[in-house]
């Protein structure tokens, strides 16, 4: 038997379980883009999707934000009232910037580099004060010259944000529910 490709807009999709239940059965990309659930949004992927406890709000401007490190981040698309939800961001979705250049970004401490020879993971502690704070990885592209220890800016881009409700369903753009 000839085992043939199947063509990515005929992929009838992949299940992804977590302890024998279904969370979502999409095609990889959709699943990597567009996952249903805090699970799988942590499940696919390498390294996976960084996900935090956070609270939305509005800015001074009636902009939509969330608090990480006790520091206001613009998010795209989500519903304009305060609410507890679990942020998610890709590592590749964050931008690292020296500190002195990090006006708009979000202070952190680089903890550890992983030298991958293409790219480099960069773990970021974002302090939120005595809790240890939110530590955050970074894809950085090549062999990054980044120190452990280095203070950085974090640039997260607010479309690139995805947000899960407490049950930790991923919350839809423009979306009134939590």
């Known amino acids: 038997m000839v085992r043939r490709p199947i063509a990515p807009e005929r992929d009838p999709g992949r299940p992804v379980l977590d302890r024998g239940r279904v969370q979502q059965v999409a095609p990889p990309r959709d699943l990597y883009d567009r996952p249903a659930n805090a699970f799988v949004a942590g499940f696919i992927g390498n390294p996976p999707m960084n996900l935090f406890p956070t609270r939305l709000s509005l800015d001074d ?3 939509v934000v969330m608090e990480l490190g006790g520091q206001p981040v613009l998010v ?3 519903p304009a009232h305060a609410a507890a939800v679990t942020a998610g961001i890709r590592p590749e979705s964050l931008r690292l910037v020296p500190a002195a250049a ?3 970004a979000v202070r952190g401490v680089v903890e ?4 991958l020879g293409h ?3 960069a773990h970021v502690r974002v302090a939120t004060g005595g809790d240890g704070g939110v530590r955050l990885v970074a894809r950085v592209q090549g062999m990054s010259g980044l120190a452990k220890g280095e203070p950085v800016g974090v640039q997260i881009d607010p479309d690139r944000v995805h ?3 407490e049950d ?3 919350l839809k753009a ?3 529910e939590l």
């Open 61 to 63: 401007r009636g902009r």
């Open 76 to 78: 795209s698309g989500a």
């Open 102 to 104: 990090a006006e708009g």
């Open 112 to 115: 550890h580099l992983e030298y």
């Open 119 to 121: 790219e480099t993971q």
């Open 163 to 165: 947000l899960f409700a």
């Open 168 to 170: 930790g369903r991923a």
């Open 174 to 176: 423009d979306s009134a």
